[in-house]
């Protein structure tokens, strides 16, 4: 790193945390440039960012290279490991977090040069963990059982997406609804919940992405949070993306890991998400998880059929079997991995994952297409929503523990430097 920029962290750290700034104030500083300058290279790399302007301005002035941030990332690892951390198993954890995310940049440089690493171990390196293997016989036990459900002639996928058409939001409708569903979201985490003071989101409905939602989180416990109308949308997705998004999900974990680890422990490396980090594995995961955490039991499905499906102007005399069909689909979200590991690993091409997409997953045709091009721009990201899940819920209820205890471990998990192993 040049002279001219360590004195410009120095700068900006003692500005920030006074004259008597501990060397981990400047570590986390340089992991922020190195990072920062990353995303000059690649759009999509950070994801959030709200500590000091000065030091995205030092990377954009000073544009290193990826072969200079690679070079700069292995120095400041090797300082990283060369630290004594004794005794103190949070001061260990904060340097185990860095490496991590050190690593995963280290392996988003590889692919940014076109060196793609396979499927797991591209997830290995990015997010700390590798989803399971799952054969089609897998996939084909569960479409029998929604087979027996809707019996009819036509392809099953049809017959699922025909059956399904009943239950889209009208447009007109949809702000009122996921308003409704995400105000209910909100209501139920704050009663074990405790978020900042202030703390808010905003809403928009936009078109041509990747992706269903989106939290982008805008720092001081703000989110604007984007909701993709390409597709329909259906009436067990307001609350989905209402829990995903905002409550539990990504709006909060993100304003308490800036209230407790940025804040008041004075983390400063978390004033950054790295999208290609093991962070996404526990953010995805849990945000996952907060839709049944939210809503125990029959509570969702009841919340539903008495006040989402009357705003959506819906009937809802098929609204049990809606939500058995639905169950079942859930249980073909790994179906997602292999056609996104066999498609980026070469094995099959984008028309074959397509095709795989529609008939283990149950994705429409048109659908399909959208969710190879996620595959294209997030690639191994996949893993985060139902591999994380998985590890997530294994975590928070594990031992049979009470509704109690599932939130005060949720929350500790949100505010924690916890990595994707901690969570075995």
Known sequence: MTKKLVTLLCALVLAACGPAAPDMDELASEYLYLELSMGLHDSGHVDAYFWTPELQTAAEETALSLEQILAESADLAARLKAIDTGDDELFAMRIAGLLARLHALDTRIAINKGDFPTFDDESMALFGSKAPDHDAAHFEAILQKIDALLPGEEPLSRRVEAFNSQFVIPLDKL???????????????????????????????VNDKPWSGYNWYQG??????????????????????????????????????????????????????PLFSPQSLIAEGSANYGIKLAFPGGQRVE??????????????????????????????????????????????????????????SMTPADKSLQRTRFFDTYRSYVINYNHGKALVTDYIERGDANIDERWARFEAMLSSPMLPADLN
């Not at 308003?179 to 989101?201: H, N, Q, V, W």
């Not at 539903?304 to 639905?326: C, I, Q």
């Not at 790994?334 to 099959?348: Q, S, V």
Request: aromatic share 14%.
């Open 303 to 360: 919340f539903e059929k008495t006040v989402l499906f009357p705003m959506a102007g819906l009937d809802a005399a098929n609204a049990d079997l809606y939500y058995d069909v639905a169950e079942l689909i859930s249980q073909l979200n790994f179906a997602g991995n292999e056609a996104a590991r066999d498609y980026l690993n070469g094995e099959i091409t984008r028309e074959e994952a397509a095709g795989w997409l529609q008939t283990y």
């Open 220 to 273: 001081n416990a703000v989110s604007l949070i984007q909701v993709n109308t390409d597709f329909p949308i259906y009436i067990s997705r307001a609350v989905d993306l209402g829990c995903h998004e905002g409550y539990p999900g990504h709006h909060t974990f993100n304003a308490l890991l800036e209230e407790n680890l940025v804040n008041e422990a004075g983390w400063l490396e978390f004033s950054l998400y």
């Open 175 to 205: 702000p009122a609804v996921f308003e409704a569903a995400m105000a209910e979201c909100r209501k139920r985490t704050l009663e074990y919940i405790d978020l900042p003071e202030g703390e808010s989101f905003t809403i928009e409905y």
